[in-house]
């Protein structure tokens, strides 16, 4: 064992031979630290073949049209939704790496998917955070099947596979990979270098032997995943679980997918018994009043394939000193950006009130589509204006003040009248080309004729549903 003095990255893991300011790799500032490291002597013809972990395993050159696809083989987590942000199910070999804070409830999800799959298949929950006798009374308390489900506590990476080898085992969980550590690596066990070094030793052993891997990892207090970026790359699938430890409901959002769509959300009720599944989340995102009160708007939105009825809510208030912005679920640059051209091209000044946005339930919107409703809310509470309670509205706004189209419209349109809304507001490039029954499609070109349809003359067409 040979020691070396490296500087390495502490966001993403590059090494340098010397400091330097800003990582070429990540783009971090002032992230590099100096390491001693230990490495192994490698004969060159051989140094590549041994740290791929396939040494015995020939390499040559095909066509990619010769190149044999095995077909997906996936099995249920018996979740639906835990399926479905999956992309149908856990594919078999596949390394699933899922994040979030502290007691949000990533290992009772992963306990409900283990005690499940284990009623079929060889399953082993390996925890270094927690004893034995905690998952036992999680298990317990949850009233999960406990006599099916083998156990483990340990954190060295190479006892790990060696007791992989010697029991053959379909599917493991590894809670979480901040206490692994590998004696490859002279740093303590939740180090950029110890977390980087034993996700590649565990992702590289499961794809070799056919093993789906999930692996549990901490955020940071910016809410992203702790550890070096590479970790993310490594892995075939990237779970963010979202939400508020004391609140009832929680958020699995993928961002990574080799196997299905990203962006895809599921919502979950955190209850005595787990996690339940939440089939319809209108019900969580559409908590109104009984009446229509202003500064409030549903928008259909999207998340992955599933659309969305989120309500938008917005309060302007006038001020004698510095307007303030705050904007909660949606980009605050966005909304800078969206007054600005409600001045400019509709007349409309926001600029100088406070205003205070918000997107009920605790749901982040990354979509353009919010744009419009996010307006109508804000001119709603200026002018002291309900809008119609069941009115829906979805487009993206120009900087000339065109209302641009959205991906989806049709199954957002049709989403909006499942729930029981009688009109929609739409962009005219989405106009359907067949009428929709029991729903007033409404479609406008700029962001002037939906404040006259909806604020000024009142609309005939929104009379007739209001």
């Given at each position: 064992m040979a020691k070396t003095i490296v500087h390495m990255c502490c966001e993403c893991g590059k090494e340098e031979d010397k400091w330097v300011g800003k990582c070429v790799q990540c783009g971090a500032h002032n992230s590099f630290r100096k390491m001693t490291v230990e490495r192994k002597a490698q004969h060159r013809a051989t140094a590549g073949l041994s740290h791929s972990g396939y040494a015995g395993?020939?390499?040559?050159?095909?066509?990619?049209?010769?190149?044999?696809?095995?077909?997906?083989?996936?099995?249920?987590?018996?979740?639906?939704?835990?399926?479905?942000?999956?992309?149908?199910?856990?594919?078999?070999?596949?390394?699933?790496?899922?994040?979030g804070d502290p007691g949000i409830g990533k290992s009772t999800l992963l306990l409900?998917?283990?005690t499940h799959i284990a009623k079929n298949q060889s399953v082993l929950y390996i925890t270094g955070e927690e004893s034995l006798a905690q998952v036992a009374m999680r298990a317990k308390r949850l009233g999960l099947p406990m006599d099916r489900l083998d156990v483990m506590a340990e954190t060295k990476v190479e006892r790990i596979c060696e007791i992989l080898t010697e029991q053959k085992t379909s599917m493991v969980i590894l809670d979480s990979i901040q206490t692994l550590y590998?004696?490859?690596?002279?740093?303590?066990?939740?180090?950029?270098?110890?977390?980087?070094?034993?996700?590649?030793?565990?992702?590289?052993?499961?794809?070799?032997?056919?093993?789906?891997?999930?692996?549990v990892g901490h955020v940071t207090k910016e809410k992203e995943l702790a550890g070096p970026k590479v970790l993310e790359h490594m892995v075939d699938c990237v779970l963010h679980f979202e939400g508020q430890s004391d609140l009832q409901y929680r958020m699995l959002r993928v961002v990574k997918n080799r196997f299905g769509a990203v962006n895809e959300l599921s919502v979950f009720d955190m209850t005595d018994q787990g996690l339940k599944e939440v089939i319809n989340p209108a019900t969580i995102f559409l908590d109104r009043y009984g009446e229509a009160v202003a500064g409030s708007v549903v928008m259909v939105s999207r998340n992955g394939v599933r659309p969305f009825l989120v309500e938008v809510q917005a309060l302007v208030s006038e001020t004698k000193t510095t307007p303030r912005q705050l904007i909660l679920g949606l980009e605050y640059n966005r909304l800078t950006l969206l007054l600005t051209i409600m001045k400019e091209q509709a007349n409309v000044d926001i600029l100088e009130h406070n205003v205070y946005v918000n997107i009920v339930g605790g749901l982040k919107i990354t979509e353009t589509a919010s744009d419009l409703a996010v307006l109508l809310a804000c001119v709603s509470s200026l002018k002291n204006h309900p809008l119609p309670h069941d009115m829906a509205v979805f487009g993206e706004v120009g900087l000339s003040g065109e209302i641009r189209s959205v991906p989806n419209a049709q199954e957002r349109i049709k989403e909006a009248q499942k729930n029981g809304f009688k009109a929609v507001v739409i962009p005219k490039v989405n106009q359907p080309k067949q009428p929709i029954d029991s729903i007033k499609v409404i479609v406008v070109e700029y962001l002037y004729q939906v404040l006259q349809i909806v604020f000024e003359q009142n609309g005939e067409e929104l009379r007739q549903v209001g």
């Open positions: 395993q020939q390499h040559h050159i095909t066509k990619l049209n010769m190149v044999k696809m095995s077909q997906e083989l996936r099995c249920s987590t018996g979740i639906d939704e835990f399926d479905r942000v999956l992309g149908g199910g856990l594919v078999t070999g596949s390394v699933v790496l899922i994040g409900q998917t283990a590998t004696e490859a690596i002279p740093a303590a066990s939740g180090s950029t270098s110890q977390i980087k070094e034993s996700a590649s030793i565990l992702t590289r052993f499961a794809k070799h032997a056919g093993i789906s891997l999930l692996i």
